[in-house]
């Protein structure tokens, strides 16, 4: 499939531009891109620096797709930025690579990033995730696949957001978010669990119910986190493919967890 590359756009030389490609009038593409099959570039879109896309993706006008990392301990080379397919990056979206060329920001498949919202250095995002305009992601956070981040909320760096959790609009996140939860708050606390997320994402009545029985034991029975975990990890009333999420999620907490 030809490739459409609009006359006052700019693409360096050496950028990798895959078939089907699409750059809009005034367009930038660095020099060290690669760009998928299909990706989609609109006016004014720019995607810079070592950032390399799958398939599919779309950028829409003056989104900024592989900016120079903001953190102060940057020494310069070409970090990279590891973009899957299918992704959506909305007006004024800002997506940056990593400090160190060791590492890498990363972002995986199907994920919705609307507009004026930002992806700080090192994060890891999974799949399917939605990211609502105004959304700020600090450094090295990592949000699990499902995750809904709502509008003007911020997580601090480091704070991870488990599968199928939601941050609440306008949200300060500083520790993290188990999977399947709801957080609201300044700062953000955990209110009820995800029912309607997990409805939209084909969780059966019975799995749900599943859910609704670990937030009672985590957040409404006065347990202490140790009490709350074996608890847990001895009852029946929930399987292993709903309660070991949660369980490995805890385990690797390095933040605390939301309360």
């Known amino acids: 499939m030809a490739k459409k590359i609009h006359p006052t756009a700019i693409v360096e030389p050496g950028a990798q531009l895959g078939d089907g490609v699409e750059i809009g009038a005034y367009a930038f593409i660095g020099s060290h891109v690669v760009l998928g099959d299909g990706c989609s570039v609109h006016h004014h879109g720019t995607v810079q620096g070592n950032a390399v896309l799958g398939k599919e993706n779309e950028i829409f006008p003056f989104a900024m797709i592989g900016g120079r990392t903001q953190d102060l301990k940057y ?3 070409d970090p990279p930025l590891h973009i899957g397919d ?18 890498a920001t990363t972002i995986g498949d199907d994920n919705h990033v609307l507009a004026y919202a930002h992806i700080a250095h090192e994060c890891t995002l999974g799949n399917h995730i939605i990211i609502s305009s105004q959304a700020v992601l600090g450094g090295h956070v990592q949000i ?29 996140l500083v520790q993290d978010l188990p999977p399947y939860m709801l957080a609201e708050g300044n700062r953000a606390r955990i209110r009820a669990y995800n029912k309607i997320g997990l409805q939209r994402n084909g969780f059966t009545e019975d799995e749900i119910g599943q859910v609704r029985h670990l937030f009672r034991i985590l957040y409404e029975n006065n347990l202490n986190v140790a009490d709350a975990i074996g608890a847990i990890n001895c009852e029946n009333q929930v399987s292993e493919k709903i309660k070991q999420p949660v369980l490995d999620f805890y385990a690797t907490s390095s933040r605390g967890i939301a309360n």
Do not use: W
Request: aromatic residues 12%; contains cysteine.
């Open 75 to 77: 020494r310069g080379g």
């Open 86 to 103: 299918r992704n959506t990056f909305r007006e004024f979206v800002s997506v940056h690579c990593a400090t160190f060329e060791e590492v």
């Open 144 to 172: 699990d696949s499902f995750a809904n981040i709502g509008g003007a909320s911020a997580i601090h760096q480091f704070c991870k957001v488990g599968a199928y959790a939601m941050l609440a609009g306008g949200s300060a």
